[in-house]
């Protein structure tokens, strides 16, 4: 099913803070490119891990996005995370769209801190 850039990104935003990971994963193409913190990742399994290893490190996290940047078929954010068991205040994402609105690369940084 096609979406815009912005309606699987809604999805994106509202799998994640479910932590429904086979949700999130149904946003990329079989061949994404998954880039983050000096790691290459590829396919709906490196997705997959990429985001297993996510919510394990902000479990059940509070999500905030200052700042969302949409141009054509590319995204840009920033945006923080706070959880119990740790939060993060400096990650930025890049997404890549396809036409049919699927996300076939994105690029993410953060630095996981001890909470409070």
């Given at each position: 099913?096609?979406?815009?850039?912005?309606?699987?990104?809604?999805?994106?935003?509202?799998?994640?803070?479910?932590?429904?990971?086979?949700?999130?994963?149904?946003?990329?193409?079989?061949?994404?490119?998954?880039?983050?913190?000096?790691?290459?990742?590829?396919?709906?399994?490196?997705?997959?891990?990429?985001?297993?290893?996510?919510?394990?490190?902000?479990?059940?996290?509070?999500?905030?996005?200052?700042?969302?940047?949409?141009?054509?078929?590319?995204?840009?954010l920033?945006?923080?995370?706070d959880?119990?068991?740790?939060?993060?205040?400096?990650?930025?994402?890049?997404?890549?769209?396809?036409?049919?609105?699927?996300?076939?690369?994105?690029?993410?940084m953060?630095?996981?801190?001890?909470?409070?």
């Amino acid at each position: 099913m096609a979406r815009t850039p912005q309606e699987t990104f809604q999805h994106h935003v509202e799998a994640l803070g479910a932590q429904d990971i086979d949700a999130i994963v149904e946003d990329y193409t079989d061949d994404a490119l998954f880039i983050g913190n000096g790691t290459v990742r590829r396919g709906l399994d490196g997705v997959r891990a990429a985001f297993v290893e996510l919510t394990d490190t902000v479990p059940d996290a509070s999500w905030e996005l200052p700042k969302v940047v949409f141009e054509d078929d590319i995204l840009y954010l920033e945006w923080t995370a706070d959880s119990a068991k740790n939060r993060i205040e400096d990650g930025t994402d890049t997404f890549v769209f396809t036409e049919d609105g699927q996300i076939r690369v994105q690029t993410v940084m953060y630095t996981p801190q001890p909470p409070g």
